[in-house]
């Protein structure tokens, strides 16, 4: 019992410390948020890329894009993290240069985590019906046109759902580049910890990492409501939107019936 009084006792003093301190690991916050949008949209970028790359007619390319995809998938994010902001500017010129740490981090996150998304793109043009791909002929458009206009509209319904995962791991992996200066959220909780040595800081980084998480999720079922709608699946539009806030395992009429 008396543990428990003093975990109490202990939160007030802790919370002052850490509003003396906001400023700072709102600073985090912002640096964060910040590597992982940026992160996240390199990785998309990759991802079609190499998504695209993987089914492409020409057997060398195919090879390429599996090659580069397997590698950074198969290697750590620490080890490319660490590369390259240590290793990189030890090459000699002009294979050799200085990145900012930002962008650094951001480069390896959307590295890794767009070699993984670029399965998740190629499987999902993988599961669209063999059909539209006849509508395509039947339409007389060109197979470029055809994957653009027919195929990627349904697979990229298909893909949110993993991506917006794939996002959330990507937010836990940023909290990797505090180890090369960029003082992001879980950097700063660090410094607050061994300056004033309160825990609390802990507390305000899981419920900021949360947080972000949570926005992450509402964006992508956000995505995920509109790209259905545009191809004619599920509910009518308005009904989606209000229910976009539900908890989970809630119906709406619509679902009922």
Do not use: C
Request: zero cysteines.
């Amino acid at each position: 019992m008396d543990g428990v009084i003093g975990f109490f006792e202990s939160l007030g003093p802790n919370f002052q410390i850490l509003l003396e301190r906001s400023p700072q690991v709102l600073d985090g916050v912002w640096v964060t948020a910040l590597a992982t949008v940026l992160g996240a949209l390199l990785a998309l970028a990759i991802s079609f890329v190499l998504g695209l790359l993987q089914i492409a007619p020409i057997f060398i390319v195919r090879i390429l894009a599996r090659v580069f995809v397997e590698f950074f998938r198969g290697t750590s994010l620490v080890v490319q993290l660490f590369w390259l902001a240590f290793v990189l500017p030890q090459l000699p010129y002009p294979l050799g240069f200085q990145l900012d740490p930002l962008l650094i981090g951001v480069l390896a996150l959307g590295l890794n985590y767009g070699a993984y998304g670029a399965e998740v793109v190629r499987g999902s043009i993988g599961s669209v019906p063999k059909g539209q791909y006849e509508a395509i002929s039947a339409l007389s458009l060109s197979p470029a046109r055809g994957m653009f206009r027919i195929v990627i509209p349904q697979a990229w319904a298909l893909m949110i759902p993993s991506l917006s995962n794939l996002w959330i791991q990507l937010l836990k992996g940023s909290a990797i580049v505090g180890s090369i200066t960029l003082y992001d959220l879980f950097f700063q909780v660090e410094q607050v910890r061994d300056r004033t040595g309160t825990w609390f800081a802990y507390l305000f980084a899981l419920v900021a990492y949360y947080l972000i998480a949570w926005v992450i999720v509402i964006v992508m079922n956000g995505l995920e409501i509109r790209a259905k709608h545009q191809i004619g699946r599920g509910p009518a539009l308005s009904s989606s939107w209000r229910s976009l806030f539900r908890a989970p395992g809630a119906t709406t009429k619509e679902g009922i019936a």
